[in-house]
């Protein structure tokens, strides 16, 4: 695992569990089905991660202030449609940034295939190029980790929607303990909140020595449940500084502990931002576009 969990699972045995556990609630979606009751429940009864839930549902202008937030939906093998995951139209209105482990398990396992997909944006449907999944693991890697769980897919047409721009440096924030507000952006919704997308107040308490592709892990106490991975993180100029990946005791309504319960989301620096960047050219984005 990278980032501190390696630490963890070195030293803590404790840790290691929860870690584990963590991860395994976090790269995967619960049974179909299992999310369809919760959204009409109660929040205090199905349990947010941590004891306070500031989240609330997505406003009109918050997608004017957020551009690009979109819905990753997969068929089941009956070839109904689900929600699966957050998905974020950014640099060019064919590139589309989420999370890799939407198509691999922790041991790079294939779990879906792109032609079972779609991404959804403003009300409309686009389909994915089959063949244009960019992972972003190393191609000797034999497991998936927080730094390298990104993937990048092209629209068949473009999206008829405002794209996420791209930051123009990579997040300006100091290895180690820190507070920086952010607000998590959630298009899908999760699991454990009534409503279909939502909006936090939190904050990032913690960036990691880099690991995978130059990528740093940043840990924070923005709440989140099954179908929040790829939720964006945005600092409070508005710019998107991180991308939600996996939580650790998912679903446990537990006070923050940096080392034992706690969100982990990747900064956009790195080999990811230079993959970013790198696509919007070649499908004809400005990779420095600023936001309308």
Sequence with gaps: MGGGGTALWRHHSRAAIVVLAGWTAGFSLPPAGATDGIRGSDVDATGALYPRDGRRDLLAEDRLRFPGAGVLW???????PRKAAAAWLIGAPTLVMLNAHN??????????VVADCYFQIGGRNYDFVPDSLHLGVARDAERLHITDDWALLR????????T??????????ATGDLTLPVTMVSPGGHGNYRGESSLETCAIRRVDPPTEGGTRRARHDCNDGYGGSGSGLFDE???LVAMQSASLSMNSRHAFDIEFHYGSALLLEGALLEALRSAAKETGGDPRRKAP
């Design 74 to 80: 997969c068929r089941r093998a009956d070839g109904v």
């Design 103 to 112: 198509f691999r398990n922790r041991q790079l396992e294939t779990t879906r």
């Design 155 to 162: 629209l068949v047409q473009p999206a008829e929607a405002p």
């Design 164 to 173: 996420q721009p791209l930051p123009e440096a990579p997040p300006d924030l």
């Design 237 to 239: 100029a508005g710019r």
